[in-house]
């Protein structure tokens, strides 16, 4: 147990659906973060959200969208997606980024199939 | 460019020793971590170095070379439930985490 919790752990959806990604932490944390996980490839950060305010969205295409209501709380809204964006999507917390031996605290992701 | 190298699999018996190496071009080094995810689960934190040297922490032990660009995670009396991925990241000089695509181990009786 990680102190981050995501759900759904196994999502399938067809390119028209809308559906929406949930990840909460339970760490006190400040920043949260999304990433994407493909199978031999590094982790790709997507947005990260510092004290609710997003700090970064690396060139993410707008057919994914996060949602931080919280600090405790990140949501991901997909729609209209590609077989490509098939992967594990992985969520973190931390105290506070990109600070020194600042580690991150991940969930188990949610894995995606886009059909 | 920046970028992580670490082999994509590597094999070792039970009770044995295995390293797993992870060279490293980025722009700036503000130390370096390593990751253990099993096959499902949550990537979690092995171990940070930020200074050239040994850190052993029971039987995982990393090194980092910064002048070499090189750190290796070193995994003693290897246990089945040792079977995972091992992810190496570097943090560059605007705090940036890059990643390595991971190693995976694969643990024989």
């Known amino acids: 147990e990680t102190g981050v919790t995501q759900t759904p752990r196994h999502l399938v959806m067809g390119m028209t659906n809308k559906k929406s990604l949930k990840c909460e932490q339970h760490?006190?944390?400040?920043?949260m973060y999304w990433y994407k996980q493909s199978a031999k490839k590094p982790l790709e950060l997507m947005f990260v959200?510092?004290?609710?305010?997003?700090?970064e969205n690396n060139s993410v295409p707008s057919r994914f969208s996060p949602e931080c209501p919280n600090s405790s709380h990140l949501f991901l809204h997909l729609h209209t997606l590609q077989p490509e964006d098939s992967a594990l999507y992985l969520c973190?917390?931390?105290?506070?980024?990109?600070?020194?031996?600042?580690?991150?605290?991940f969930g188990s992701g949610t894995q995606l199939s886009v059909l | 460019g920046q970028n992580i190298d670490q082999p994509t699999e590597m094999t070792a018996t039970e009770g044995a020793i295995v390293q797993i190496n992870c060279t490293y071009q980025?722009?700036?080094?503000?130390?370096l971590f390593w990751y253990q995810q099993h096959a499902g689960e949550a990537p979690t934190f092995l171990s940070y170095?930020?200074l050239d040297g040994l850190e052993e922490k029971g039987r995982f032990s990393s090194f980092l070379s910064r002048s070499k660009g090189y750190s290796y995670l070193l995994l003693k009396e290897l246990q089945m439930k040792d079977s995972a991925s091992y992810l190496c990241?570097?943090?560059?000089?605007?705090?940036?985490?890059?990643w390595g695509a991971g190693t995976k181990l694969i643990i024989k009786p």
């Open positions: 990241a570097v943090r560059d000089s605007n705090y940036q985490l890059i």
């Open positions: 170095n930020v």
């Open positions: 980025t722009s700036g080094f503000n130390g």
């Open positions: 760490l006190g944390h400040n920043a």
């Open positions: 973190a917390s931390s105290q506070d980024p990109g600070q020194g031996a600042e580690k991150l605290f």
């Open positions: 959200y510092n004290f609710k305010e997003q700090t």
